[in-house]
């Protein structure tokens, strides 16, 4: 039996012919290399665009937000700014109604002074009318009645020491107890405001102190 039957009678028993094993070991080692090689580049590729994914995210939140605290601040600056724009037309508006209408509640405050007048002079003379009396607080009334719906009050003061925002004094009446100094001693006429514009102050005497 020739050399090439003998050879492929052995393969057809099974058998193969080994590989040197020094070849075949250097061979298995350098495709795992390269195997391991090639995943450790594809993981670090795939690091790398998950980092410069979160980049980029973080980069757009902190644009989003920034956007968000100027709009934020933008309406707060605007609202204030509205804020104001409508005060100062409150006031305006105010101002123009005061100073038109002021003439009538200046007529409409002596008509009571005349009316409270009259009273005093009858009640000081003892022909005191009880019709007359009546008709006097009525009316009175009544045009009390509609100065306060137009925002025209009474000025109304509970310390007993003179308050020279809102009263003026008519008459000084000297006193030795400096504990008595500028205290209010009566009131002659009363005052009137217009929401917080004092339309006439009320005149009252007060005590002064003479050291």
């Known amino acids: 039996m020739g050399p090439k039957k003998e050879n492929h009678r052995y ?6 012919l080994p590989l040197p094993e020094s070849r075949y070991g250097f061979f298995g080692r350098e495709r795992g290399a390269v195997r391991e090689a ?9 690091q790398q ?12 939140f902190s644009s989003l937000l920034q956007v968000v605290t100027n709009r934020l601040s933008y309406d707060k600056t605007k609202e204030a700014a509205f804020d ?10 105010q101002d123009q109604e ?25 009640l000081d003379s003892g022909s005191q009318n009880p019709e007359l009396v009546n ?14 719906r137009r ?11 003179f308050d020279p925002k809102v009263q003026k004094v008519v008459e000084v009446i000297p006193t030795q107890n400096p504990a008595e100094d500028n205290t209010v001693v009566h009131m002659v006429r009363h005052g ?7 339309l006439r102050p009320e005149e009252v005497v007060i005590k002064k102190y003479q050291g």
């Not at 665009?49 to 757009?60: E, Y």
């Not at 209408?101 to 002079?121: A, E, F, K, S």
């Open 84 to 93: 104001r724009l409508y005060k100062e037309m409150e006031e305006l508006k």
């Open 98 to 122: 005061l100073s038109q209408l002021r003439p009538l509640y200046i007529d409409l405050i002596l008509l009571i002074d005349r009316m409270n007048t009259i009273y005093n002079d009858k």
């Open 49 to 60: 665009q998950v980092l410069s994914m979160l980049s980029s995210l973080q980069q757009n």
């Open 151 to 161: 925002g025209v009050e009474l000025i109304v003061t509970t310390s007993p020491v």
């Open 11 to 16: 393969l057809e028993q099974g058998h193969h």
């Open 135 to 148: 008709i006097l607080q009525t009316l009175s009334h009544e045009v009390l009645e509609i100065l306060y």
């Open 38 to 46: 090639k995943e450790t580049r594809s993981d670090e590729r795939a």
């Open 192 to 198: 009137f405001k217009y929401k917080d514009v004092v």
